[in-house]
């Protein structure tokens, strides 16, 4: 390698770490106002009033129950995740590997599914749900979101690549064609179903108009909506409302350091494909 070539290599660097430090400043500002007094916001300097109180005043004023919110946001993410990696790989299974009539027309519906904005059809599901009794419970934050038509379209890219020789030699083993999809195929999908994961865990995490559409109930509430709500009674308290904000985005960060490999496989692996 030439001086120029190391050259070469050590700007590339230095500019993704300018860049990486530039995407990043906004969290990093969150986080240390979290952990200062009001007098020392507006400041940055290691001499400022550090604290815990504001992670504190989360955790132990009654007024609001941070571990409740926490709870409820995590069970539904766990649903929404879970039943996305049953619904959505057998969907876009069957529309890659399955030949049945109407698949192309089924698969077309998917697609222009997805240029819908979710908001045109906040009030029907509304309704449904509503007729359904399921207003104030985990079914109303789960159930219309246990698939995706993105990641139906996601993953039908993927198995297209996956060649049909292999789920020939499963099926003369002995396997049945759902057989061969949950012991052959499913696990050669791993990176896109991370990725698909990190996607809706992040998606769910933060969402905020299904679940203060959906839950009225201040015990149900879920860790955005609970902290909007005390947003709009501590709205001068900067460094409490900033505290709020790194709970709610540290367990997104974590999720996707812990699975960022395969989450760029998966990006890699499920491209539009002809």
Not at 121 to 136: R, T, Y
Not at 209 to 231: A, C, F, H, Q, W
Request: aromatic share 16%; hydrophobic share 55%.
């Amino acid at each position: 390698m030439t001086a120029y070539q190391r050259l070469g290599g050590l700007g590339n660097y230095v500019l993704l770490f300018a860049l990486g430090f530039i995407f990043a400043l906004p969290f990093l500002y969150t986080l240390y106002t979290s952990f200062v007094t009001m007098q020392d916001v507006n400041k940055l300097t290691l001499d400022a009033h550090w604290t815990f109180q504001n992670y504190k005043i989360f955790f132990s004023n009654p007024a609001y129950n941070v571990p409740q919110w926490l709870a409820n946001t995590a069970v539904m993410t766990a649903l929404v995740i879970l039943g996305n990696l049953i619904i959505n790989p057998m969907a876009g299974f069957a529309l890659a590997k399955v030949q049945f009539a109407g698949r192309k027309g089924i698969y077309w519906i998917v697609v222009a599914t997805m240029m819908v904005p979710y908001h045109m059809i906040l009030i029907p599901v509304f309704v449904n749900v509503a007729q359904l009794g399921w207003l104030n419970s985990y079914a109303a934050l789960t159930v219309p979101f246990l698939y995706q038509c993105l990641y139906i379209f996601m993953l039908r890219q993927f198995f297209i690549s996956v060649p049909g020789e292999f789920i020939e030699a499963a099926r003369i083993d002995g396997l049945t064609k759902m057989g061969a999809f949950w012991r052959i195929v499913y696990p050669l999908a791993k990176s896109s179903l991370i990725t698909m994961s990190i996607l809706a865990f992040a998606g769910t995490w933060n969402s905020y108009l299904i679940p203060s559409t959906m839950v009225t109930d201040p015990e149900r509430y879920v860790l955005v909506v609970g902290l909007n709500s005390v947003k709009d009674l501590f709205f001068e308290n900067t460094p409490l409302i900033m505290a709020g904000v790194v709970l709610s985005t540290l367990p997104i960060l974590v999720f996707f350091f812990i699975f960022q490999r395969q989450y760029i496989e998966g990006v890699s692996s499920s491209g539009i494909k002809g």
